[in-house]
């Protein structure tokens, strides 16, 4: 399980369960999450904190659930993000576009 | 200090890459952010050897050399295919489509860098210590 999902009010927030996210588990997890929403989510927390390192293909997968989310009128909201997954994020200046929080409480 | 890699191309070898660096970077005091971009860099050139280069054919290798010297680290990295393909300049990566889903590994890893170079098939990524 790359993946664990709990509903708190009306945002579903999900936590990625590994250290790195990256190419070798990147369409596990993209499947996991795909699963946990329907068209009725429409607030997301990707709760990173566990993560330590994502790579282009872990990115992707953060791109394509936004561009999901914002399709249908939703908001993705990252948490709990460390420093190199920030980094990376800056450097794509996806932070600019994609809410970042740092508590995921 | 040179140091040698030598992997089968399979996706679950990217791991012991990462961790082979990791171990050998931190050894050296090298500065946590510089780590991070080498790790970051070695994984989409490594995946895109494993993938692109030698197209997941298990048996053929994946070759990484790390140079260490106190003014700069230097990656070598080479498979046994040979496509061809291009470097982008730092100005090209600098124009990244951000929310483009592909392709985007290559131009961080240029952004990321000092300087990355092509020499018959493999590729040479220069990070200055400072």
Known sequence: MH????????????????????????????KS?????????????LDFSSVRFVDSSGLSVIITLFKK????????????????????????????????????? | MRHRLIIDSKIERL???YRWLESLLKRRNIEYDLIQKILFV????????????????????VYILLNISPKRVVLNIS???????????????????????CGRGLKLSVLMSDRVVLTRGNLE???NIK
């Open chain 2, 15 to 17: 791991d012991s890459v």
């Open chain 1, 69 to 105: 989310l914002r399709a249908i009128g939703g908001v993705l909201i990252l948490c709990g993000l460390n420093h190199q997954p920030f980094e990376l994020l800056k450097m794509t200046q996806l932070h600019r576009i994609i809410k970042i929080v740092d508590s995921c409480h």
């Open chain 1, 3 to 30: 993946t664990t999902t709990t509903l708190v009010r009306d945002i579903k927030k999900i936590k990625i369960s590994v250290e790195k996210f990256d190419v070798s588990n990147m369409k596990d997890i993209k």
């Open chain 2, 42 to 61: 070695s994984q989409e050139i490594t995946t895109n050897a494993i993938l692109h280069g030698n197209r997941k054919i298990p048996t053929r290798k």
């Open chain 2, 125 to 127: 990524i220069y990070f």
């Open chain 2, 79 to 101: 498979d046994e295919g040979n496509r061809l393909f291009k470097i982008p300049t730092k100005k090209q990566a600098t124009k990244l489509d951000y929310l483009k889903e």
């Open chain 1, 33 to 45: 999450i795909e699963r946990e929403i329907s068209r009725r989510d429409k607030r997301v927390l």
